[in-house]
Structures are given as structure tokens and as C-alpha cells.
């Protein structure tokens, strides 16, 4: 299960450093892709749950899900880290995501999410503990 937030930064070949704990439970090879929540992050994926998605996506019917299923393979890479612990994040998705400078990579259960930092921050920002509360509340947590 991946939680907590770690901070660090894209270097200038693309590459951004991730977390031992994180790694370990990645695995050798993971996916990396753009979220399909609509904001403007990354998701890393074990390959056990890739296949999940994969799973979802082709009992979906085709003409409807065809821009997401587009989507999400699209944007999506093999990927690995290095000796050093660092994955490469190609250039196309460091420029959906805007990742420059700072990163936030995000633990969320299942998966995990990198953020330009500042994005992250100011997503955070419009969340209070009431829109929260309320926002259990209507899922019935």
C-alpha cells in the first residue's frame, strides 16, 4: 500500500527519484501514465494493477471509452528505475504534468502520483476539512 508524500526534484536528463519503500513495492518494471481523473499528474503503477485497468477498460464498450482507452495508452510507458533509485520520465509527460524543479510524489493506496509541487499545493489548498467532511459524507464514509 503506498502512502505519505516525498518531495523531490526532476533533474535536467528527466529523472526523479523514488522513494526505497515506494520501490520495493513497484516491483522490477511499472507503469507510468497520465491520470484519468482529469488533473494534471502522473500515476505509477504496479504492473498487477495496470493489468486491473487494462481489465476495466476492455469491458467498457468501445465506442464510448474509446477517447479515454486512447488516453490512457497514449500517455502510458514501461518503466523502471535505475541503479540510483531514479525512474526517467519521458519528455512528453514531464510536459503534461508540467514536472520541473520540485516534485510531490503522492502515495494513494494502489498507486502512486507525481505532482509539479506547486500544482499539488495549490490543489491542496482548495480542499478544507468542511469540503472534506462533506465530501465522506456523500460517499457514504
Given at each position: 500500500?503506498?502512502?505519505?508524500?516525498?518531495?523531490?526534484?526532476?533533474?535536467?536528463?528527466?529523472?526523479?527519484?523514488?522513494?526505497?519503500?515506494?520501490?520495493?513495492?513497484?516491483?522490477?518494471?511499472?507503469?507510468?501514465?497520465?491520470s484519468p481523473d482529469?488533473k494534471r499528474c502522473?500515476?505509477?503503477?504496479?504492473?498487477?494493477?495496470?493489468?486491473?485497468?487494462?481489465?476495466?477498460?476492455?469491458?467498457?464498450?468501445?465506442?464510448?471509452?474509446?477517447?479515454?482507452?486512447?488516453?490512457?495508452?497514449?500517455?502510458?510507458?514501461?518503466?523502471?528505475?535505475?541503479?540510483?533509485?531514479?525512474?526517467?520520465?519521458?519528455?512528453?509527460?514531464?510536459?503534461?504534468?508540467?514536472?520541473?524543479?520540485?516534485?510531490?510524489?503522492?502515495?494513494?493506496?494502489?498507486?502512486?502520483?507525481?505532482?509539479?509541487?506547486?500544482?499539488?499545493?495549490?490543489?491542496?489548498?482548495?480542499?478544507?476539512?468542511?469540503?472534506?467532511?462533506?465530501?465522506?459524507?456523500?460517499?457514504?464514509?
Amino acid at each position: 500500500m503506498f502512502f505519505g508524500t516525498h518531495n523531490h526534484s526532476v533533474d535536467k536528463k528527466g529523472r526523479v527519484f523514488v522513494p526505497a519503500k515506494y520501490r520495493e513495492e513497484l516491483g522490477e518494471e511499472f507503469m507510468l501514465s497520465r491520470s484519468p481523473d482529469g488533473k494534471r499528474c502522473l500515476c505509477v503503477y504496479p504492473m498487477s494493477e495496470w493489468q486491473k485497468i487494462d481489465e476495466k477498460l476492455k469491458a467498457l464498450p468501445a465506442v464510448a471509452a474509446g477517447k479515454l482507452v486512447r488516453f490512457m495508452y497514449s500517455g502510458a510507458e514501461v518503466s523502471s528505475c535505475d541503479a540510483q533509485g531514479r525512474v526517467l520520465i519521458p519528455q512528453n509527460l514531464r510536459e503534461y504534468a508540467g514536472l520541473e524543479g520540485d516534485t510531490a510524489i503522492i502515495g494513494m493506496s494502489s498507486k502512486l502520483e507525481i505532482w509539479n509541487s506547486e500544482v499539488f499545493s495549490a490543489e491542496q489548498a482548495e480542499e478544507t476539512p468542511e469540503s472534506i467532511a462533506a465530501l465522506a459524507e456523500t460517499l457514504g464514509f
